[in-house]
């Protein structure tokens, strides 16, 4: 099928979504979640040999994290489904209403998008992630994976049509494109005759080849250099902790820790504690001079250093005069996606907090809490790194736009 054809019947399908009963939106997604665990194997199967294929390809082993599927990732998919179902169903709601004085009475009203397209790389359950909440919220969903995961996506998507179709739901609600060439998803970015929104999910290169190239209107979700400053007034025992859960625990997610930054009047007690802790994680650490002069074994960083994401056991390490240029810092090389202060001292989180430019900004926690389903929304479709039209991880209202609805009663103007 062709991507003009595709469009055609995702327009065909959002009008009967926008329609669809909320029960029957929650029976069909709980419909799906059960089909995906029923048949984990099949969907193993095809995983495996996207990861064959990966390893025989020398896949990055952050990227081989991301793309591996395992019954308890895929029972996660499924849970996500049912997260989702369960949550309340936010269309038709009025956000605002007023009355002005000749009587017209106006409400600002929840409506669905329309039709999402979504392009994204080696993650298989984005699959369910993606169809779960654009469903949710009405949205007909159109999918681009990434070759390295066709068979996985493939499998994944076929299980979730046959869920729907059980359900006398139009199947059409979520497609896949499975032709893996380029100028296939470079007719994919300018179908805006039928696609509302475009968003992608991936690396640098892929984001910043959608945004340059699409004719459709984007939401940009960004990578992920995400950094934590180690202040002052830091407690050593919250800190250690906390920057090895956040650069250790999933290496090859965007809301990992990549770099960190410390107040140079700790260097000398602090990064031989938080050293130790890395060594034993199998970090490698990469500083400035100041550092290196305290850690033998840390290698010199260059300035790519600090801008990097690595997706690896690899981290930067910089050390500054206090929080001003710390924040300074972290907007010159940060991603706009989650900065982190490690301090007891609340006028310095005060001004960490209102400098940093980002999506989410922490005060003594882990940055990896940047998920969807940490901040109680469900899966969600992505980070936003935006401004318009969403800022940080996307649930279901930032899946929806609005409609004024305007009741009169004979008003001209």
């Known amino acids: 099928m062709n991507i003009t054809e595709m469009g055609k019947r995702a327009e065909t399908a959002k009008y009967s979504l926008q329609s669809l009963a909320g029960e029957k939106k929650e029976q069909a997604l709980l419909a799906a979640a059960d089909l995906l665990v029923r048949e984990s194997s099949n969907i193993l199967a095809a995983n495996a040999i ?5 390893e025989e390809k020398g896949m990055h082993p952050g990227m081989l994290d991301r793309l591996r599927l395992s019954k308890e990732r895929i029972a996660d998919m499924a849970e996500g489904l049912r997260s989702i179902a369960g949550l309340p169903d936010c269309l038709q709601e009025t956000i605002e209403s007023f009355e002005r004085p000749n009587g017209l009475k106006i409400s600002k009203v929840r409506v669905p998008l329309g039709v999402i397209g979504i392009i994204y ?3 298989p359950n984005v699959t369910a992630d993606a169809f779960g909440l654009c469903f949710k919220t009405g949205n007909a969903v159109i999918l681009k994976g990434g070759s390295d995961a066709i068979h996985s996506n493939t499998e994944i998507t076929r299980i979730i049509r046959e869920a729907l179709k059980t359900m006398s739901v139009t199947e059409d609600a979520l497609q896949l494109i499975t032709d893996t060439d380029r100028k296939t998803t470079a007719e994919f970015m300018k179908l805006n005759q039928y696609l509302d929104v475009l ?5 640098a290169g892929l984001i910043r080849a959608v945004v340059e190239n699409s004719t459709v209107p984007v939401i940009e979700t960004g990578t992920g250099n995400c950094h934590i ?4 007034a830091a407690d050593f025992e919250k800190a250690v902790p906390i920057i090895i859960n956040a650069k250790t625990q999933r290496i090859g997610v965007c809301n990992a820790c990549e770099s960190l930054v410390i107040h140079e009047k700790i260097k000398e007690a602090f990064l031989p504690v938080l050293a130790k802790a890395l060594r034993e994680n199998h970090v490698e650490m990469r500083g400035d001079e100041a550092v290196c002069d305290v850690l033998e074994d840390c290698i010199l ?6 801008g990097t994401e690595y997706l690896d056991y690899i981290i930067s390490i910089k050390t500054v005069a206090g929080v001003e240029e710390a924040v300074a810092h972290i907007n010159r090389y940060g991603t706009r996606h989650s900065e982190a202060i490690i301090t007891e001292n609340e006028t310095h989180a005060k001004l960490f907090k209102e400098g940093v430019d980002a999506a989410c900004v922490y005060v003594n926690a882990s940055t990896r809490f940047t998920d969807g389903f940490e901040f109680g929304l469900g899966a969600e479709i992505g980070i936003s790194t935006q401004k318009l039209h969403a800022r940080g991880p996307m649930g279901l209202k930032e899946l929806t736009t609005y409609k004024y609805t305007v009741d009169g009663n004979g008003q001209i103007r």
């Open 50 to 54: 996207d990861i064959k294929n990966g």
């Open 121 to 123: 790389e080696s993650r």
């Open 199 to 203: 968003i992608p999910r991936g690396s």
């Open 229 to 232: 400053y180690v202040d002052d």
């Open 301 to 306: 960083a260059s300035p790519e250093d600090y």
